[in-house]
Structure formats: structure tokens, C-alpha cells
């Protein structure tokens, strides 16, 4: 079948580093993909990653390794405003997003 | 670019009554869109895809006589709960897949979400 696993939830502090992990099964694969969302709103799309490696993008990183069906969005200098659920996707071989449950971040002064 | 918005953002009503749901993409043309729910707490469920001209793709279990979903332009998705219960309650969340455009093929840009509550 497929799945997505990822933490329920991590406490950080604000200004430190997190990374927030996912491991994936899918059948077939085009792509891993992290998205924010705040309590109550709808989600945003933060980044892409088909090949392996580290797509750098502000504050925010992630990096696939697809032979380990893993995955990690990086977070530096966290602020209070990164409270939030991540949520990690993968697309499988119909294109169709397999979703995580997400990771609720908490961020403490 | 690459927004979606979605109306009404909030909604009450009675059990009983249906109520229509629209996703439009502002800026983009989507011959793809994606309707979404979301109980607290939980991740999103998807519950149908939906073709520009063709008719939707319900995931299992879910009613497609109860949620109708209509595509009928490249901009605009709508979708209506039909006879609304209280278990009917939820977030309901549109996206739109972008191809094309900035970011990568195949993203989906959410709309911000409709709040149904049903008396």
C-alpha cells in the first residue's frame, strides 16, 4: 500500500534549527512535496523535490534521498510565525498526491 | 501568481439544505482541480478530482450523488453538498494543479478553504 509517515508533532525554540522527517511508500514516484498550514487555513506550497539531493530556498530547505524513500524539510532561524503543520506529499505514478497526517510544530520564545 | 480562491469562506445552515461550493484560479488556467476535507486535526482527504469538461473522480467512499462536482470552464470548479447533515461538517479545501507555470509541474495551489457548519 501506500504511506506516508511523519511526527506527530516537535516543540522547537525560537531561532534554532528543526528538521522535520517523512518516509514515503508509493507506487511509482514523481515527486516529493511540503507544504505549511496554519490552524485554520488552507495549506501553502513550500517546496518540490524530484531528484535527490537539497533544494535550498530561504530559510527553508528539503531534501529527498528517493532510494531510502526519505525526506526532510529544514527550517533555520525559526520565528514564532512558523507554528504551523507541515505536511509532507508524494506524488505517485498517476500523479496523484499520497498526503501525510502532517507535523505540528510549536515554537517557544 | 498561481491563486486560488474559494467562496464562501464560511457557511451555516440548516440540516437539510444544500450549499454550493466555488474554487476559481485567478491567474492560471487548471484542467485540473482537487476537492478536498479536512477534519481537526486530521490531514486532508481527498475526495474527488475534477477535469475540465468530463466528469469528476470520486475517491472511494465518497457519495458522488451527495457531493456534485461541476468543472465547467478552465477557471472554476464548484461543489455542492447535497442535503447537508451535521456529519457533513468539515473544511472543505479546493486546489488547482498548475501546469506550466512558476513553480514545479503538478503543483497544487490551495484555495483558502471553506468552513462548513451544519445546524
Known amino acids: 500500500g501506500q504511506n506516508i509517515d511523519q511526527p506527530t508533532e516537535m516543540t522547537a525554540t525560537e531561532g534554532a534549527i528543526v528538521q522535520i522527517n517523512c518516509t514515503y511508500q508509493?507506487?511509482?514516484?514523481?515527486?516529493l512535496f511540503w507544504y505549511q498550514q496554519h490552524a485554520g487555513e488552507a495549506p501553502t506550497f513550500l517546496s518540490y523535490?524530484?531528484l535527490d539531493g537539497l533544494e535550498e530556498k530561504g530559510r527553508f530547505s528539503s531534501f529527498l534521498s528517493r532510494s531510502k524513500g526519505y525526506s526532510y524539510l529544514l527550517l533555520k532561524e525559526l520565528q514564532m510565525k512558523d507554528s504551523a503543520s507541515y505536511l509532507c506529499a508524494a506524488m505517485d505514478s498517476n500523479y496523484q498526491l499520497i498526503w501525510g497526517a502532517g507535523t505540528k510544530l510549536i515554537i517557544k520564545p | 501568481g498561481a491563486v486560488v480562491s474559494q467562496h464562501p469562506s464560511r457557511v451555516i445552515c440548516k440540516s437539510g439544505t444544500s450549499v454550493k461550493i466555488e474554487c476559481r484560479s485567478l491567474d492560471f488556467q487548471a484542467t485540473t482541480m482537487f476537492w478536498y476535507r479536512q477534519f481537526p486535526k486530521k490531514s486532508l482527504m481527498l475526495m474527488a478530482t475534477?477535469?475540465?469538461?468530463?466528469?469528476?473522480?470520486?475517491e472511494q467512499g465518497v457519495e458522488k450523488d451527495k457531493f456534485l462536482i461541476n468543472h465547467a470552464s478552465l477557471t472554476l470548479s464548484t461543489l455542492t453538498v447535497t442535503s447537508a447533515h451535521p456529519e457533513d461538517s468539515s473544511f472543505y479545501i479546493c486546489?488547482?494543479?498548475?501546469?506550466?507555470?512558476?513553480?514545479?509541474?503538478?503543483?497544487?495551489?490551495f484555495g483558502p478553504g471553506t468552513r462548513l457548519t451544519v445546524l
Open positions: 523535490n524530484v
Open positions: 486546489s488547482a494543479r498548475l501546469a506550466g507555470g512558476p513553480g514545479p509541474t503538478d503543483t497544487q495551489y
Open positions: 508509493t507506487s511509482g514516484f514523481n515527486g
Open positions: 475534477s477535469n475540465e469538461g468530463s466528469k469528476a473522480t470520486y
